[in-house]
C-alpha cells in the first residue's frame, strides 16, 4: 500500500514554509515546530510565558499575559495594572 506524502503549503499546514523536510513532516516558521502527532506545525510555545499550546497558531498565556497573535508571543495584560495607563511599552512591560 502506497503512503501520500504531506502538503507543506501554508494553506494546508498554517505555520509551515511550504518545504517538505521527510516524507512525514515539513519545515516550519520560525518561533513554529513540528508536531507528528497532529502532523502541523505548531507554535513553539515552551519559548514564551506560557501554560501550553491552545492550538496550532495559539499558546495559553499564564495568569496575566494575553495571547497575541500578530507578534506569536503572550503580552503582559496591563489593562488595570497599578501606574499604567493600560498600553503596553513591549511585550513583557507595561
Request: with cysteine; charged share 5%.
Amino acid at each position: 500500500m502506497q503512503q501520500c506524502s504531506l502538503t507543506c503549503l501554508p494553506k494546508d499546514s498554517p505555520n509551515a514554509n511550504g518545504s517538505q523536510y521527510e516524507f512525514n513532516s515539513c519545515y516550519c516558521n520560525n518561533g513554529s515546530v513540528w508536531n507528528y502527532s497532529l502532523r502541523a506545525c505548531v507554535v513553539n510555545c515552551s519559548l514564551l510565558s506560557t501554560t501550553g499550546t491552545l492550538n496550532q497558531t495559539a499558546c495559553t498565556c499564564a495568569a496575566g499575559f494575553d495571547w497575541n497573535s500578530a507578534l506569536t508571543l503572550c503580552k503582559v495584560n496591563c489593562t488595570g495594572k497599578i501606574n499604567s495607563n493600560g498600553n503596553n511599552l513591549n511585550s513583557s512591560h507595561c
